[in-house]
């Protein structure tokens, strides 16, 4: 082969690398910072292994994820199940939920030197929460199942940040139902105490949070959703096999301490199955409690996609929380 001609193939050689690396593919996702959500904040690393390359923002709200996604300031986004609902209230429904992220992460907190033994003890006991939130349709749906009247529970309402916790160390409140890390940190301050009442007690099973893409994009986009998909199945397994790096994942990406993570660490689960009959009891409880307009269980049966979650683990739609 002649000079010119090894001069040239290196050349192209070169050029088809450059290209190469040039067309991986870009994806933009969205995701709240929470503890549970650590198999996201290191997503990244598993998605350029497996050529996508993930350009992350952090929002601060399900509301603020659920905006994005519907106009298209993000192709994949973390969310909780409730989206839903939501979406199909506002006639959204250009998007696919394929897979699960993480279930659990809200508890009851009750103050050390109140003992609660079931939901019927609380008549009578003020609760701090956020009204409507998931976690506060939560408590009160397995109160109710649980026996307890709800006109005997005194909820206060609070807005997410420091005055619930205030309130919990002042003992004007006796308890509060709140998500990660407000639980742990009022363990950690030694103010609060987890209750041993599940607010996943009832027909949810306590799914919380899914991973959402606009299905347009999907459509043409297939390798690469079958990508991110396999990378989170892979973050996800990492992260469940060593607390350790579940803990610097979560410390290195939010403002808890290592302390405030570890105790919240057992309260929620990395999670990637996609729960189909859960997420229709849960749309029935935000139906029932105002929050959207109607009961639309088919809304579950058009957006769960199931089959990148069943390519990137070998398992069976039924394994994977389907019928």
Known sequence: MSRFAITLTAALTLLSGILEAEAQQKVRLGYATQIHNANIMQLADYAKKNGVDVEASVLSHYTNLQLALMTNQMDFVVMGYSNIGLMEDLGF???????GVFTGAQSLTLRPD?????????????IGSAPNSYADILFKTSARLGGADLSKINMVNFTPGPAVSA??????????????????SAEVKKIGTYSKLDLGDNPT?????A??????????NKATVAAIVKSLVESTDALNADQAKFTAVAEAG??????????????????????????????????????TKSYHPETVDRSFDY???MEATKKSRRDLGGE
């Open 254 to 291: 939010t403002r808890a301490s290592r302390e405030e993570i570890a105790i919240a660490i057992p309260h929620g689960k990395l999670d990637n199955k996609l729960y189909f009959n859960e997420a229709k009891a849960l749309l029935r409880l935000i139906s029932e409690a105002g929050i």
């Open 93 to 99: 429904k250009n998007y696919k939920v394929l897979s």
């Open 167 to 184: 309130a919990l160390a002042a003992g004007d409140i006796d308890g509060f139902v709140f998500w990660e890390p407000f639980n742990s």
């Open 307 to 309: 089959s990148f979650l």
């Open 211 to 220: 991973l959402y893409v606009n299905a347009e994009y999907a459509e043409k």
């Open 114 to 126: 109140v003992t609660i033994n079931s939901w019927k003890d609380l008549e009578g006991k003020k």
């Open 205 to 209: 099973k306590h799914i919380n949070a």
